[in-house]
T-cell receptor, first 115, second 110 residues
Framework: DQQVKQNSPSLSVQEGRISILNCDYT??????FLWYKKYPAEGPTFLIS?????DKNEDGRFTVFLNKSAKHLSLHIVPSQPGDSAVYFC??????????????FGTGTRLKVLA | DSGVTQTPKHLITATGQRVTLRCSPR?????VYWYQQSLDQGLQFLIQ???????AKGNILERFSAQQFPDLHSELNLSSLELGDSALYFC?????????FGEGSWLTVV
């Protein structure tokens, strides 16, 4: 049961344009959402997050939008740069019955920004 | 640099063998999470510890075990290794609502 889904395995965008990466989740208990960027053979790097009480969070070129009713979040990168080429993972977290927060990740979207 | 340290970075071992992966969380972080990433797959949650106690289990095989020590470093033990265990193993530590990952340990089973 994939609770966090990234349905686009890959995305190509021209340099300077907007990149939009999408993520869907199924469990309404998730209350915190995160995006990570990952280069090959490196660890995921935290990019930006959003709490379920907000619908938008912005940090420089990166903006995350949350639509709770649709159980959907998206990451916008504007303008896209070649250095943004990487795999992007979304993650959702919730407090589980064990009294701890679990972080469930999507399968990732490979972004390629073309110069 | 996330502040999470993992060793070794690369490891090649034979089937049937046992290995130990080590993780030191960021200074002050009490939680350690372990994840497995196989061949461009997603990050699969394995297990989580908080201040020395196991708190949550994910898709962790019975051949795998972990512990967190009083100094808060954690070890992931993988035994009776199979070819399919070849993967990147990440640990992460939690600060606030965010988990921060180490660089990973790349395990190749031959």
């Amino acid at each position: 049961d994939q609770q966090v889904k990234q349905n686009s395995p890959s995305l190509s965008v021209q340099e300077g344009r907007i990149s939009i990466l999408n993520c869907d989740y199924t469990n309404s208990m998730f209350d915190y959402f995160l995006w990570y960027k990952k280069y090959p053979a490196e660890g995921p790097t935290f990019l930006i997050s959003i709490s379920s009480i907000k619908d938008k969070n912005e940090d420089g070129r990166f903006t995350v939008f949350l639509n709770k009713s649709a159980k959907h979040l998206s990451l916008h990168i504007v303008p896209s740069q070649p250095g943004d080429s990487a795999v992007y993972f979304c993650a959702a977290s919730a407090l589980f019955t064990s009294g701890t927060y679990k972080y469930i990740f999507g399968t990732g979207t490979r972004l390629k920004v073309l110069a | 640099d996330s502040g999470v340290t993992q060793t070794p970075k690369h490891l090649i071992t034979a089937t049937g063998q046992r290995v130990t992966l080590r993780c030191s969380p960021r200074s002050g972080d009490l939680s350690v999470y372990w994840y497995q990433q196989s061949l461009d797959q997603g990050l699969q949650f394995l297990i989580q510890y908080y201040n020395g106690e196991e708190r949550a289990k994910g898709n962790i095989l019975e051949r795998f075990s972990a512990q967190q020590f009083p100094d808060l470093h954690s070890e992931l033990n993988l035994s009776s290794l199979e070819l399919g265990d070849s993967a990147l193993y990440f640990c992460a530590s939690k600060a606030g609502n965010t988990i921060y990952f180490g660089e990973g340990s790349w395990l190749t089973v031959v």
